[in-house]
């Protein structure tokens, strides 16, 4: 492979390089606490598609700062509990069309897929945090209070909508699957994290993952780019270094992999110049759970049928 990234055998031991602050179990285990789950406000609403084996639904939430969340919903059109996906789309992006999503079906699934907020669906953003917003959404809050960074309210939505798809009718709450791509693949993670009845995550090349690597290695650039502009406007001497990596320390994916008590399926492709290997191997290396890694040498951030072939077989239960 080109040189990329270090070497694959030391991947194979790297456990990351981004500070985890020492409060980051407590912070994200009193944040769940917080949430009322027996109060959570939602409206589900039909949609008329004329298909005999789905049910089609939009789901509107009240996310954790009151900002309205969209996601849609489908689900098999037979009177009992299914296995159910969530799955969570890629940076900038919306959720994926009803036609994609409906593939589901053909496996006897159910699918929930929500919009981020303030990206490219229908998910509000109501905003209100200090500092610049001008270079992407990592950066969103770093000036402000740690409850007001972007990535902590769309990491509280997600799990919110996990804990409304606990309640909808036709979920099997033993059969629970997260799952997505680059920014979706960090949310996949976060929510099997904190709710312990998902069963299966799936990542493929995982974003928001060990922010001091991507620094080092000058790939903050893409979606990563807020940092690069946060420090050539708000810190070039780098006074404030460590404070700020901390501080992105609360949103790493790397810190939630530790937390992982399920089934966990990692794609990553070496030739990823967006999200770099060795971030999604930092991830995979902290997972104490039962885990699958696939490797991909001629690859790189992009679609990969033989990823997606993969993915089919480790979402399957086997009863």
């Not at 959570?40 to 700062?65: C, P, S, T």
């Not at 509000?124 to 740690?146: M, P």
């Not at 090349?205 to 807020?226: H, I, Q, S, T």
């Amino acid at each position: 492979m080109p040189m990329l990234d270090m070497p694959i055998k030391e991947m194979e031991g790297y456990l990351g390089s981004n500070i985890t602050p020492n409060d980051f179990n407590e912070y994200w285990d009193n944040e769940i606490k917080n949430i009322d789950e027996d109060n959570l406000e939602y409206k589900i609403v039909k949609k008329n598609f004329k298909n005999k084996q789905a049910d089609y639904y939009e789901i509107y939430f009240k996310g954790i700062d009151g900002a309205e969340i969209y996601a849609k919903y489908i689900c098999p059109s037979i009177n009992k509990k299914v296995p159910t996906v969530i799955e969570f789309h890629d940076y900038k992006e919306s959720s994926k069309s009803w036609h994609y999503l409906t593939r589901y079906i053909a496996i006897g699934y159910s699918v929930l897929a929500m919009d981020c907020r303030g990206q490219g669906g229908k998910s509000q953003d109501v905003g209100g945090a200090k500092g610049s917003t001008v270079c992407g959404h990592v950066i969103n809050g770093l000036d402000d209070d740690i409850n007001k960074m972007y990535y902590r309210k769309v990491y509280l939505d997600a799990y919110i909508l996990s804990k409304i798809a606990e309640k909808l009718y036709k979920t099997d709450k033993d059969k629970m699957i997260s799952f997505g791509k680059g920014q979706g693949a960090a949310l996949a993670l976060v929510v099997a994290a904190l709710n312990e009845n998902i069963k299966k995550c799936s990542l493929q090349y995982p974003f928001l993952a060990d922010f001091r690597r991507v620094w080092d290695m000058d790939f903050d650039v893409n979606a990563y780019e807020g940092i690069r502009y946060y420090f050539r406007w708000f810190d070039p001497m780098h006074i404030r270094e460590k404070e700020i990596f901390e501080k992105l320390g609360y949103i790493d994916t790397v810190n939630f992999a530790s937390k992982l008590k399920c089934e966990l399926l990692v794609g990553t492709a070496l030739l990823d110049s967006i999200c770099p290997p060795s971030t999604q191997y930092a991830i995979f290396n902290n997972a104490n759970c039962n885990k699958k890694h696939l490797i991909f040498h001629k690859y790189g951030h992009e679609l990969n049928n033989f990823f997606e072939n993969e993915n089919l077989k480790f979402m399957l239960f086997n009863n």
